[in-house]
């Protein structure tokens, strides 16, 4: 995708948000975009920089090394989350890197995170990953210990959890993971509900959704060729 494309991209997105956060009664700018730029090089994330966007999401600790840096201290304002599976040899690297990581879902990678966390005195803002899909191919907490499980990072690790994620399964309506996403951050005491890519973010919306992930209504496809 060009440059001009990318940018258009970005406006038709941020005015479908706008329109689905009206359609749903909810306030203009209550929901935040997280422009998803895994596979992209910085050539091609910088125009959406420089159109003014600033929140960022990958889905791999060793990419986002290989980019971000350069570009977070050109820009210091930027904001950026990690919304790939973490495995705990990456804890590291990930609380150096990312300001928000949404993949926390089990207690190795709570206990990695909070020794990071307080050895480097950085605090990256924390959601829990939870497999509404019960899918067991996918990353995160079975849905029926969410709640539990927030609760354990906060009280035996000292994480503070602000948010929930979900990825529903690909053939299924998202409807039901979103309104299950929904009722768990109320169980849980969290607030911020990361939900809704490209496909589906209007009805991630609608069902209460703060942060939707989309990046190929953005970039373009994605190239996976070479890994």
């Known amino acids: 995708m060009t440059d001009i494309a990318a940018v258009a991209g970005l406006k038709t997105v941020l005015a479908e948000i ?3 956060e009206k359609e749903a009664g909810r306030s203009a700018g209550s929901v935040r975009l997280v422009a998803v730029s895994k596979t992209f090089d910085a050539d091609a994330i910088r125009p959406v920089i420089e159109a003014g966007h600033r929140v960022f999401g990958e889905n791999r600790v060793q990419e986002a090394l290989a980019k971000w ?3 977070k201290n050109e820009f210091p304002d930027l904001e950026l989350h990690l ?3 973490l495995q705990s040899n990456k804890a590291k690297e990930a ?3 990312f300001d928000v990581i949404e993949t926390v879902d089990r207690e190795k990678i709570a206990s990695e995170l909070a ?3 307080r050895k480097q005195g950085r605090e990256p803002r924390l959601y829990v990953q939870v497999n509404t899909g019960l899918e067991p191919q996918k990353a995160g907490i079975d849905p029926r210990e969410a709640a539990a499980f927030v609760a354990r990072c906060r009280t035996e690790h000292g994480l503070a959890i602000e948010g929930l994620m979900c990825i529903p399964p690909a053939d299924e309506n998202p409807g039901p993971h979103f309104a299950l996403l929904e009722k768990l951050a109320h169980e849980a005491g969290v607030e911020r509900l990361s939900m809704g890519m490209s496909g589906d973010f ?5 069902f209460g959704a703060t942060e939707v992930r989309v990046g190929s209504a ?3 496809h ?3 060729t070479g890994g």
Do not use: C, H, N, W
């Open 83 to 85: 919304i790939g599976p």
């Open 202 to 206: 209007q009805t991630a919306i609608a």
């Open 69 to 71: 840096p350069r570009l």
């Open 218 to 220: 953005i970039f373009g």
């Open 115 to 117: 020794k990071e966390m």
């Open 18 to 20: 706008e329109s689905a």
């Open 222 to 224: 994605r190239d996976y």
């Open 95 to 97: 609380v150096a890197l």
